[in-house]
């Protein structure tokens, strides 16, 4: 197994084998040693080797080491850094193959060749020496090691990661309250509700289910995450996107951002949601809430008592101060996870649970430490009865218990997972972290070792998923089969990691703020933190030259030029433009040897890249998410590059089949390339994750692409997603003069399909089949299917039942042959999560169908349905669903057909037991009656006017950093009750809470129609209310 980076040795475990390797590459070369030179390498060599084997130890492991352990191990630490930047400056000038034969001459004329690599080796025997003998006269073995450490040697959980909702113990009463509290209507006016308490007391878990619970009763709504030094212009960006999720971005500034938000939440009921929120964050963000006679809802969360008492106008009947847990709801949480091996501890279990003082923080985390970790429990209560006498309890003592219990969660955590855990510390305070990102920087940093056929991203995504076991990490997203896709950091984690993280100089954070903080001479690993300024810079002593990794968060103008960072392996850049800046140039990428990840979010800039990068030999990860120029034409020949992702308008340089390492790309338009890039596809044999986009649609033209890219598939054997979508642009329309049909038909008739694929997704009103491919029955590892079809038989309704693995299915049907599709008992037992759109309802669950399905949507025209067969859709029968959405076209009706359809809906879920969330809302139309008239409609209309059956709003983590890459486009806004769409919100006993009108430009007789029309929503509102009422929905 190869040895890894960890957060207190550094590369030092790894430094024999190198150098070993550095001596096979002298000797290979022809390069001169001077006698004696090669046996200054082998001693060198051979002193690490037993300074490894005879006096190296873990500080952590050691009975409460003394200040001299740390500060040796230190120094040792960064003689190994040392020693790993000067071998690899030395293995590339010999790898260099254009330079090699001058470099040797010239070092043969000077007669010294390589001589200051010797320097420094004599140099490195020096230090190495001196700490081996300051080891012995400071008698440093007479540390013994402490009880019940969890070796290194054991592997890593490799089980899938069970989430549980271990953290709602104790809520049910709480959520039920803080709902009355918003519910009470006070004259119209806006509602601002805050919830107080202590860091780890569970404020934020609280808040999201309330946002869960009462979001579908708004017209707007949004949660936002602030911190103490939040980034503004981010913060109301990610608001702006949720109240307006189709809203296109220019790069706006904060008072601009506060008026288009303020401008569209005007008129409306909206309900936002600001978590962990600082004074600095509300005297600013406040600007943007208007305060109509909507009966909006503000809810808060604070650590900040005199806060909450601002934000509530001073009025404490709405601030609920937030208690720890009861012992025995203490109890109940911490045993939520499996202690069956520590029955015997029992006693010790519940006086640890007793020091926890009921915060669920420190609960949860404890928990996932002793869980994991069944020899711990006795060291456990001895290293808490040792740091407790260190602490002052007489300031604020729940919240150094908090510390406390956080820290010895912390040092119990393996040494494997040590270094992952404090890399988290680069970003920044409440940020959202994607798991797939994080895994590739923990590898390219060397932190994951992976046996013998193993892989190093599984593994690391193994590593991340036991991070969240233990409680380290908070889960944020999880897909439909329950793993966690992304993470955020407690802020009392994320001071501890970055305390400990600085003084070991594993990663170094800076603010703008920070100009006279003590900081290392050779600093490590930098994370620059420079949102809120224009002006700044790193600390002038500081030696960039030795950072291996970078993030940076900031301007453009403060971002130090990346040439001057010699040894970087990671960079990780969120960069807004400066005012007038368009053009961010990266060209200095093309020097770092040693780079590995590059990821890039710079949305509102034109990123220049290098003309070549054939010097990026360790490249594995290429990300940029922005505008590019040009792609390097040498990209296809790097030879360790594993994922690829480009802005979708990027046109890629041909040979794209040479990539034959790659495993993930994004993304290949197919209206860019050639029909022999595409077949050149089929030569990336490694291939996981493939998106495809189509910037035009053209049936002509793209039919010969899709009939390769249909013999392509066959060939892509390790493929797990495949992904067809759509560039929107405002001009881009399909051309009407061809069925539909033709666009997609050539994916029917794959040979072939990759055998393990596990997520299809086909943008629907682009990729048609006029029937269900039968090669898709063949995909038993499938689990996400997107699709449309223009005929859905039963056959293709079985076809579909028998995927084993399906949890999520997206069915989008033009006709529905037999006229009604009838899931019954035992079918589609593992979908979670199902959208059927139609021109009708046309699917009816029988008892017993779909009984684990959680979240459906439907979407079907009112001219075309019977009301009769949503009484007999059979909602009552999902025994297991939590929310239902429908989107209902009401082109052709009148007022009476909407009113009839939306009481029958209210009484048919009524009969539901668990009582789901609804959410109904009226679109235009959802299929057009007419195949002619559907087709002229189209060749007329943008595409992005077209698709009124898009997922009904992002998920509320989905927003971050999320920028719509699109020409300026004139603002839209909805007009409530204006002819021809109108949208209905059910609350959980199915009231009628809003209406809306249809998407209308924005015009001053617009403008001057929406009190009206508000006035003629408080009428209908109250009308339908009653009417739910009757039917026995309380």
């Given at each position: ?6 957060a ?5 475990r790894s ?54 352990i740390?500060y040796?191990?230190n ?5 190994a ?15 260099d193959g ?12 000077q007669l010294?060749?390589?001589r ?16 081996i003998?300051?080891h ?15 070796s ?6 490799l089980?899938?990661l ?29 509602k601002?509700?805050?919830?107080a ?25 949004a ?14 960006t ?5 109240v ?9 500034e ?10 569209h ?9 600001v ?7 509300w005297h ?19 650590e900040?008592?005199s ?25 109940e ?7 069956g091996?520590l029955v ?13 003082r ?36 007489a300031?604020?003592?729940?919240l ?29 305070e ?25 892989d ?15 409680g ?11 793993r ?9 984690v994320?001071?501890l ?17 920070q100009?006279d ?5 050779k600093v ?27 993030a ?8 130090p ?12 850049l ?6 007038n ?6 060209t200095?990428?093309?020097?770092l ?5 590059l ?9 220049k ?8 030999k ?6 940029i ?26 046109d890629l ?22 029909v022999?890039?595409?077949?050149s ?12 986009t ?7 033209q793209l ?7 249909s ?7 390790n493929?797990?997603?495949?992904t ?8 881009n ?35 048609i ?5 039968s ?30 693995s ?6 989008f ?9 009838i ?14 759109v139609?021109t009708?309802v ?11 399905l959680q979240?459906?949507k439907l ?12 009484i ?5 029968h ?34 539901h ?24 409609v ?14 009904e ?11 719509v ?11 409530p ?22 998407i209308r ?5 617009s ?5 009206e ?6 009428r ?7 009417g739910v009422?009757?039917?026995?929905c309380?």
């Open positions: 197994m190869e040895v890894t980076v960890t207190s040795h550094g590369p030092l430094l024999p084998a190198k150098l070993e390797a550095l001596l096979l590459l002298l000797d290979g070369s022809k390069c001169m040693l001077l006698k004696g030179d090669k046996k200054r390498i082998c001693r060198l060599k051979v002193e690490l080797e037993q300074l490894i084997s005879e006096y190296l130890m873990e500080p952590s492991d050691v009975g409460y080491p003394a200040l001299s740390a040796w191990v120094e040792l630490t960064e003689l850094y040392d020693i790993d930047d000067c071998v690899d400056k030395l293995v590339h000038r010999h790898g254009s330079k090699i034969t001058r470099i040797c001459n010239k070092l043969r004329e010294n060749p390589i200051w690599l010797i320097n420094d080796i004599s140099e490195f025997r020096v230090r190495l020496k001196s700490a003998q300051r012995r006269d400071f008698h440093l073995d007479r540390w013994t090691l402490k009880t019940g450490i969890l290194d040697e054991h592997p890593p959980l089980q899938p069970v989430t549980k909702a271990s953290g709602l113990v104790g809520l049910d009463s709480l959520v039920g309250m803080l709902s009355g509290w918003l519910a009470v209507n006070e004259r119209g006016s806006l601002v509700v805050a919830i308490g202590i860091g780890g007391v569970g404020k934020t878990t609280l808040a999201k289910e309330l946002y869960s619970k009462l979001r579908g009763q708004f017209e707007c709504c949660f936002v995450r602030a911190s103490r030094k939040p980034d503004m212009k981010k913060l109301l990610n608001l702006l996107l949720q307006q999720p189709r809203q296109p971005m220019d790069a706006y904060v008072p601009d951002l506060i008026n288009k938000i303020r401008a939440l005007r008129f409306r009921k909206y309900f936002i949601i978590d962990d929120l600082w004074p600095s964050t600013i963000i406040s600007d943007a809430f208007p305060d109509d006679d909507h009966d909006s809802k503000i809810l808060i969360t604070t900040v008592d806060l909450a008492q601002e934000c509530c106008g001073h009025n404490s009947k709405y601030i609920f101060n937030m208690e720890p847990l009861a012992d025995k709801e203490s109890t949480l911490f045993l939520s996870r499996d202690f091996h015997k501890h029992s006693e010790d279990l519940h006086e640890i649970i007793r020091e926890c009921g915060l669920p923080l420190a609960t949860i985390t404890a928990a996932g430490i002793l869980a994991s970790q069944p020899g711990r429990v006795e060291q456990w209560k001895e290293d808490h009865v040792h740091n407790s006498s260190s602490i002052n309890w300031i604020n003592p729940e150094e218990r908090m510390k406390l219990v956080l820290c010895l969660s912390y040092n119990a955590i393996p040494h494997r997972l040590k270094a992952c855990m404090l890399y988290l510390c680069i970003y920044k409440e940020y959202i972290i994607l798991k797939d990102t994080l895994v590739k920087q923990w590898v390219a940093e060397g932190f994951v070792s992976a046996d013998e056929g193993k190093k991203e599984e593994v690391a995504g193994y590593y991340f998923d036991e991070l969240v076991r233990r380290m990490i908070q889960p944020v997203d999880m897909d439909h089969n329950d966690v896709l992304s993470c955020t950091v407690h802020h009392l994320l001071n990691i970055r305390y400990k993280s600085m003084g070991d100089n594993f990663v170094t954070v800076l603010d703008h703020s100009t903080i003590a900081v290392a001479q490590r690993r930098l994370s620059l933190h420079y949102s809120n300024t224009e002006v700044a810079k790193p600390p002038s002593n500081m030696e960039l030259s030795h950072v291996r990794s970078l940076f968060f900031g301007l453009t103008k403060c971002m030029p990346v040439a001057n960072f010699k040894l970087l392996r990671v960079i990780i969120h960069l807004w433009p400066d005012h800046e368009v053009i961010y140039d990266l200095g990428i093309s020097e040897f040693r780079l590995r990840v990821q890039v979010s710079a949305y509102h800039l034109n990123v890249l290098p003309k070549s990068v054939k010097h990026l360790d490249l594995v990860t290429f990300e998410e922005g505008r590019l120029a040009a792609v390097p034409h040498d990209i296809v020949n790097l030879p360790g590059l594993l994922h690829l992702n480009l802005p979708p308008e990027t340089p041909d040979r794209i089949g040479c990539m034959i390492s790659l495993r993930a790309l994004r993304h290949f338009n197919l209206s860019r390339n050639s022999e890039n595409v077949k596809l089929g030569e990336l044999s490694n291939l996981r994750d493939l998106c495809l189509c910037s035009r649609v053209v049936p002509y039919k010969p692409v899709m009939k390769c890219l013999l392509v598939l066959g060939k892509l054997k493929l797990r997603s495949l067809l979508d759509h560039i929107p642009s405002r001009t329309t399909i051309d009407g003069s061809a069925s539909m049909h033709e666009i997609s038909c050539e994916l029917s008739s794959v040979s072939s399909p990759p055998p393990l694929l596990e997520k299809l997704e086909l943008l629907p009103r682009i990729y089949f006029s029937v269900l491919p090669w898709i029955g063949e995909l038993r590892k499938l689990s996400i299917l997107k699709i449309e079809v223009a005929e859905l038989s039963s056959n293709d309704v079985d076809t579909l039942n028998k995927l084993p399906l949890t999520a299915l997206s069915l049907v033009r006709t529905a042959l037999g006229g009604r599709i899931l019954d008992k035992e079918d589609f037992l593992g979908l979670k999560y199902f959208k059927f139609c009708t046309c699917v009816v669950f029988l008892e017993g169908a779909m009984l684990n979240k459906l979407g079907f025209n009112a001219i075309k349905t019977d009301q009769c067969s949503l007999e859709a059979g909602f009552k999902l025994t297991g669903l939590k929310e239902i959405s429908l989107k209902i076209g009401d082109a052709g009706s009148d007022g009476s057909t909407k009113r009839a359809i939306e009481s029958v809906l209210a009484a048919a879920i009524c009969k037991s668990g009582s789901p969330v609804v959410n109904l809302k009226w679109v235009d139309w959802i299929f057009s009656v007419d195949k002619e008239k559907n087709m002229a189209q060749k007329d209309t943008p595409l992005e006017n077209q698709d009124v059956i898009t997922e709003g992002l998920d509320i983590h989905e927003m971050q950093c999320i920028f890459e699109e020409k300026k486009k004139r603002v839209y806004s909805r007009c009750l204006s002819p021809g769409c109108s949208l209905a919100r059910f609350s959980l006993s199915g009231r009628l809470m809003h209406r809306s009108g249809s430009r924005r015009t001053p007789a403008r001057r129609r929406m009190h029309c508000n006035e003629n929503n408080k209908e509102k109250n009308g339908f209310s009653c009422q009757a039917l026995g309380h």
